[in-house]
């Protein structure tokens, strides 16, 4: 069974702090790794996309991936409350198009 | 900005009656896909669909669930005697054709909630 685990939160960080998400999976061939954002009651939104070794900046979130130890990771600079989400990480595996959901992590940011 | 639209956005059924959920995929998207989300839990893929058929599908998408695209533009998911336990979210999503730079970026519609009394 391929999984994909997180820290379920919530993680609390005040305004202007960088908040850290991870998570990791089992399924060694995977292959793309993707950060979503989940306002309650909302669909998912995608934030990130990650397909090698490394980070990958886009304005305030950082993505890294180590595949060598099968984690992903998120990093949010300067937090806004408006960043306050559910935030799922999602695999996909070499040769097949699912996305395989962790149960996601709860963010909140204090103002 | 291009997105996918979903209708409708609550559905109310009774047990065993049949629904239809509706998705308008991104339109040079050739990747189509279902994906539920049971109120507190995981969001869970269903089945993903290519060049008019099934490419992909779980083991929660058997008998009854059924997957068309009737024209060029609409998705649809078909419930056929829903039960309790197919209360849920309902996802559509699409995504570019595998082997482009976006390798398989998947974007949500709104969803669809699925409400069997």
């Known amino acids: 069974q391929k999984e994909v685990e997180q820290n379920s939160g919530p993680l609390s960080v005040p305004e202007g702090a960088i908040a850290s998400l991870n998570c990791t999976y089992s399924d060694r061939v995977s292959q793309s790794f993707f950060w979503y954002r989940q306002y309650s009651g909302k669909s998912p939104e995608l934030i990130m996309s990650i397909y090698s070794n490394g980070d990958k900046e886009d304005g305030r979130f950082t993505a890294q991936l180590n595949k060598a130890s099968q984690y992903v990771s998120l990093l949010i600079r300067d937090s806004q409350p408006s960043d306050s989400a559910t935030y799922l990480c999602?695999?996909?595996?070499?040769?097949?198009?699912?996305?395989?959901f962790g149960a996601g992590t709860i963010l909140r940011v204090k103002s | 900005e291009p997105e996918v639209t979903q209708t409708p956005s609550h559905q109310v059924t009774q047990m065993g009656q049949e629904v239809i959920l509706r998705c308008v995929p991104i339109?040079?998207?050739?990747?189509f896909y279902w994906y539920r989300q049971i109120l507190g839990q995981k969001v869970e893929f269903l089945v993903s669909f290519y060049n008019n058929e099934i490419s992909e599908k779980s083991e929660i998408f058997d008998d009854q669930f059924s997957v068309e695209r009737p024209d060029g533009s609409n998705f649809t998911l078909k419930i056929r005697s829903t039960k309790l336990e197919d209360s849920a979210m309902y996802f559509c999503?699409?995504?570019?054709?595998?082997?482009?730079?976006?390798?398989?970026?998947?974007?949500f519609g709104p969803g669809t909630r699925l409400t069997v009394l």
């Open positions: 339109s040079n998207h050739l990747y």
């Open positions: 999602a695999v996909k595996s070499m040769g097949g198009n699912k996305l395989v």
């Open positions: 999503a699409s995504s570019e054709a595998l082997g482009s730079d976006l390798q398989g970026e998947q974007f």
